[in-house]
Every structure is written in structure tokens, then in C-alpha cells.
């Protein structure tokens, strides 16, 4: 079961639309529950952090070792937590990500949580904080409360007997086969794909590229959606991936969506321009 869970959360990760909030269970046949759950979950984080800061091995077995700032660990000081283990959760959320694209709080040994810490924590399980996803690790299979349940994605990890130890993500060989095939059914955004991967590829510039958009009328929110889709697909740093996303952010809420105004084009197009060279993906042009 977890050959599939885990590329998915994986894949989830990279598109940015992974869940801010889910519970995992361990199987009831199985003789190590908690350990199956941490080493699920160790394995996930290793990945992320393989992708996001491209290291060809780590140097630790656990990523708890780390003490990373965008990565929290709770778990209860005695038989069961009480209100001060959770100040590091409340603390987390109020402050944005430090280094990571996404950032997690894992809770180990969810089931020793009294429902009136739950109800407590009801809200911010709610409305969590962007890009941050919460993992309650339960061992038991023991429900907890419903208004809890109901705000999670619920997930059951088999044995970590069957937990590949070295999960890569899928990368996309070439970004306009992959693009193509995204938008397989959008005639509307060929055109586009056709100017990004030209000019990614060094064969249109920029100045060329924005006459191109004005001339063939592009859609200025199609423009933005490709661009994030293009960056979603990389596997590059991160200062440069948030820098284009907050270019591209600057763009698609301007008040005038013109495509004349080249300055706001120029600067997201150089911003994505470095996030794809940083991740020297290979590229094919029709």
C-alpha cells in the first residue's frame, strides 16, 4: 500500500497541493505499528529534502536528527500529552517557513492526545497555515474525536517492511512533452507552450517572446497558470522558485492585465528563466 501512498504525497508536495492535515493509522496486523508510522513518515521527509535541496544522500537515519526549523516533532513528555507540549505547535504557526517550500509538524503518538487538548486544537486544524501540513501519527487504529476525524485525511501504512527505502519523484525528461500532455485538452494553451519552451530553450528572447504574446492575444491568467505549472514541474532551489512565484503572484493580481506592460512580463519571465536553468531539465521544441 505505501508503494502508492508515498509517491503520491510526494507528487502532491511538488504541485504545492498537498493536504494541511492528515492522520495516519498504522495496519492492525502489524507487529511494529509505531515504528511502521515513523519510518513512513521518515521516509517522506528524507524525500522531500533529497528534492528540495537536491543532496545525493543524507548523512543521518532520522530526520529528527535534524532539528530542522521547518520541520517540528511532538510527542508527549509522559503517558499522555498535556497543554505545554503543544507550545512549540502554537509557536510554528505563527511564523512563515524558514527554509523549506512546505513546511511539517509531525505528532507522534496522536492517540495519547485528551480531547480537550483536541478541542483546542480544533481550529488551527481547520485553518491551517499555507504551505504547512500537519501529520498525527496513530498507532492504534483507535479513532479520535469525530470533529477531529472529519477535518483529516485519513491514511492507513502498511508495514515498513514494504516502504521503499529511496523514493525519487517522477521528473518530467522533457517539459514540452510533459506540458503537452497536461494540457492535452486546452487548444487555448498550445500556443503558450509553444512560446515558453522556445524561449526557456534559448531559441526566442524576451522582448521577441512578449511581441509573440501580444500578437497571437494571450490570456494573461493562462499565462500566469503556465508559468506556475512550469516552476511546479522543477526541481530547483528554492529562493529561486519562490522569487518567480512571488513575480508571478505580482502579475496575475496587478490591476491591469495587459500584456503590454513589459516590465511586470519581463520580470516573471527572468524569474522563471533562472528557476528552470538552476534545474537544467532537458527541453524539446516542436
Not at 503543544?86 to 512563515?96: H, R
Request: one cysteine or more; hydrophobic letters at 40%.
Amino acid at each position: 500500500m505505501n508503494n502508492h501512498i508515498l509517491p503520491i504525497l510526494l507528487n502532491k508536495w511538488q504541485s504545492q497541493t498537498l493536504g494541511n492535515f492528515y492522520i495516519l493509522t498504522a495496519s492492525a496486523q502489524a507487529l511494529h505499528q509505531t515504528d511502521d508510522l515513523q519510518a513512513f513518515i521518515n521516509t517522506f521527509l528524507k524525500s522531500v529534502l533529497i528534492q528540495e535541496n537536491r543532496l545525493p544522500k543524507l548523512a543521518f537515519d532520522h530526520v529528527k536528527e535534524l532539528n530542522h526549523p521547518d520541520i517540528l516533532y511532538l510527542e508527549p513528555a509522559g503517558n499522555q500529552y498535556v497543554i505545554d507540549d503543544f507550545k512549540p505547535f502554537f509557536k510554528t504557526l505563527c511564523f512563515n517557513n524558514y527554509q523549506l517550500s512546505w513546511r511539517f509538524i509531525i505528532v507522534d503518538q496522536a492517540h495519547l492526545i485528551p480531547d480537550l487538548i483536541l478541542n483546542k486544537l480544533l481550529k488551527c486544524l481547520e485553518e491551517t497555515s499555507k504551505n504547512t501540513t500537519i501529520f498525527f501519527l496513530n498507532p492504534t487504529g483507535k479513532a479520535l474525536l469525530k470533529t477531529v476525524e472529519s477535518r483529516a485525511l485519513n491514511l492507513k501504512i502498511s508495514s515498513a517492511s514494504h516502504t521503499p527505502s529511496n523514493v525519487q519523484l517522477p521528473k518530467h525528461e522533457n517539459l514540452f512533452n510533459y506540458l503537452m500532455d497536461k494540457y492535452a485538452n486546452q487548444v487555448e494553451m498550445k500556443p503558450l507552450i509553444n512560446l515558453f519552451t522556445k524561449y526557456l530553450s534559448g531559441q526566442m528572447g524576451e522582448v521577441q517572446f512578449i511581441e509573440s504574446c501580444k500578437a497571437k492575444s494571450i490570456d494573461a491568467l493562462n499565462f500566469g497558470s503556465m508559468a506556475i505549472e512550469i516552476l511546479s514541474s522543477l526541481n530547483t532551489d528554492y529562493k529561486l522558485k519562490e522569487n518567480a512565484l512571488n513575480e508571478i503572484k505580482w502579475f496575475i493580481t496587478s490591476v491591469d492585465y495587459n500584456l503590454s506592460k513589459e516590465d511586470r512580463l519581463l520580470g516573471m519571465l527572468c524569474a522563471v528563466s533562472a528557476s528552470y536553468n538552476n534545474a537544467k531539465l532537458s527541453i524539446d521544441t516542436p
